[in-house]
């Protein structure tokens, strides 16, 4: 059975980066699919950020590009997320997926709360 | 990349019908047959109930059914029961392997 763990700092300092990792088991992030990164801020809606194909290949939300970076461990077949010069706006829960890339995500970790405050 | 339109709340008795929509525009919903929606029950990670506008994953009720016409698609929720109180989300494939969420519905069951 596929299974996806967030990890991370939960309190982050305005200004600085949020950094999580996804740990996948179950299944090899190599052998396929898109691996991406969905947050949700309290008491909001969701909010695509962005994917990694197995090869490498980014997407990225256009709205969050120039902050965003999602890489790749298929040695620890984990994948992560860097979001840069994050603000109080940045506060959510962080889940991360597995999709065929046209949104169709059937696996999901629980999700990590990330407060952005100094 | 703006968010789907989504409206705010939909409520239904037990056993009854309803059906909550899910408008984008020609680059997201319309442009593609690949429409999901997920559902959220608070605190829990979303859960796929349909993929591929109307295709539903094993396990997921056959009360689900989704359906889309142009820039707009749409859940149907028949027969609704207790256990179907959530939020629903629609999400949108939207080119060059971008994805984007609706703004959300929260279900009640009266």
């Known amino acids: 059975q596929v299974q996806l763990q967030e990890s991370g700092p939960g309190l982050v300092k305005p200004s600085e980066t949020l950094s999580l990792t996804c740990a996948v088991s179950?299944?090899?992030?190599?052998?396929?699919?898109?691996w991406g990164w969905i947050r949700q801020p309290p008491g909001k809606g969701l909010e695509w950020i962005g994917s990694?194909?197995?090869?490498?290949?980014?997407y990225y939300n256009p709205s969050l590009k120039s902050r965003v970076t999602i890489s790749v461990d298929t040695s620890k077949n984990q994948f992560s997320l860097k979001l840069s010069s994050v603000t109080a706006a940045d506060t959510a829960v962080y889940y991360c997926?597995?999709?065929?890339?046209?949104?169709?995500?059937?696996?999901w970790g629980q999700g990590t709360l990330v407060t952005v405050s100094s | 990349q703006s968010a789907l339109t989504q409206p705010r709340s939909v409520s239904g008795s037990p056993g009854q019908s309803v059906t909550i929509s899910c408008t984008g525009t020609?680059?997201?919903?319309?442009?593609?047959?690949?429409v999901s929606w997920y559902q959220q029950h608070p605190g829990k990670a979303p859960k796929l109930m349909i993929y591929?506008?109307?295709k539903r994953p094993s396990g997921v009720p056959d009360r689900f059914s989704g359906s889309k016409s142009g820039n707009t698609a749409s859940l149907t929720i028949s027969g609704l029961q207790a256990e179907d109180e959530a939020d629903y989300y629609c999400?949108?494939?939207?080119?060059?392997?971008?994805?984007?969420f609706g703004t959300g519905t929260k279900v009640t069951v009266l």
């Open positions: 997926a597995r999709d065929n890339g046209s949104g169709e995500g059937r696996y």
């Open positions: 179950g299944y090899s992030i190599s052998s396929g699919y898109y």
């Open positions: 990694i194909y197995h090869s490498g290949s980014t």
């Open positions: 020609s680059s997201d919903v319309g442009g593609y047959n690949y």
């Open positions: 591929d506008v109307s």
């Open positions: 999400c949108s494939y939207a080119g060059s392997y971008t994805l984007v």
